[in-house]
């Protein structure tokens, strides 16, 4: 469980050191010199608690990836990076295992990925969910039927319906309210607005969407709006893909029907 950094940044900075790759000896000598400045061994090992003979493997391990420097005296004194520089640092460092996994999956991907996806999919969490939507939102091609509750209405989905309209997508949303139509409609002016399929204050659906008519997804939120949205039971959805997909076939008839009976504005 993640400690609040305001109430225990030591806590908080060694359990994120750890997630980075550090060992915990490394971590909580990295931390004890941060708040030291520079120390020698006897300094860190009694503000750390990493005994003093574990010291210098840690401080070799936080070398190698450029963390601290060592002033060559007897005896002899470490110094820790800013705060800002390691944060930099390992933000690099990120990115560069990132872009490496990105590259590595890719050339494991098939040449021609699968336009007909058999059966329905479920995808778990709201994170997890948005990361399906604002993937469907970048593929769509001519249309996205999107329909929601509002605080499933993030500003990453706003920006990903904005950069599909100026790629010539049709925008059509419903299922929010006015403020946040205008809201929509003053960040997206091309996008369209029209009825909801009920009254979504009384259900507790998620979201409903269509992309090019041949990709849908519907969600529900699991445990309300009180659920934490890292909590995979906060909401659960279902998609599919491709013209017989029976997910699709069944949707793509109520939105269709839906659209030809409210026209959008």
């Not at 790759?21 to 909580?28: D, F, H, K």
């Not at 939507?133 to 706003?158: C, G, N, R």
Request: net charge negative.
């Amino acid at each position: 469980m993640s400690s609040d950094p305001v109430e225990d940044p030591r806590t908080a900075a060694i359990e994120q050191l750890e997630r980075f790759g550090l060992s915990a000896y490394a971590a909580r000598t990295f931390v004890a010199l941060a708040s030291l400045g520079t120390g020698t061994a006897r300094d860190i090992s009694q503000v750390s608690e990493v005994p003093r003979t574990r010291v210098y493997d840690a401080i070799d391990e936080l070398h190698d990836r450029g963390l601290v420097d060592i002033l060559q005296s007897s005896p002899k004194q470490f110094w820790a990076i800013s705060a800002e520089t390691a944060s930099r640092t390992f933000e690099h460092e990120l990115q560069n295992r990132t872009e490496i996994l990105r590259t590595a999956l890719s050339e494991l991907e098939p040449i021609e990925r699968r336009t007909e996806q058999r059966g329905v999919w479920t995808v778990d969490g709201q994170t997890a969910v948005t990361e399906r939507v604002l993937e469907f939102f970048a593929s769509a091609d001519d249309e996205i039927v999107y329909m929601t509750v509002e605080e499933l209405l993030t500003e990453d989905l706003i920006e990903g319906l904005s950069e599909a309209t100026e790629r010539g997508v049709s925008v059509k949303l419903a299922g929010v309210s006015t403020e946040v139509q205008e809201r929509i409609q003053d960040r997206i002016p091309g996008a369209t607005m029209f009825e909801s399929l009920w009254i979504w204050s009384d259900t507790s659906a998620g979201r409903l969407m269509m992309v090019d008519g041949r990709k849908t997804l519907v969600s529900a939120l699991v445990n309300g709006a009180d659920a934490s949205p890292s909590d995979p039971r906060a909401e659960t959805a279902i998609w599919g893909e491709g013209d017989t997909n029976s997910l699709v076939v069944v949707l793509k008839a109520i939105f269709t029907w839906r659209l030809d009976a409210n026209p959008p504005d």
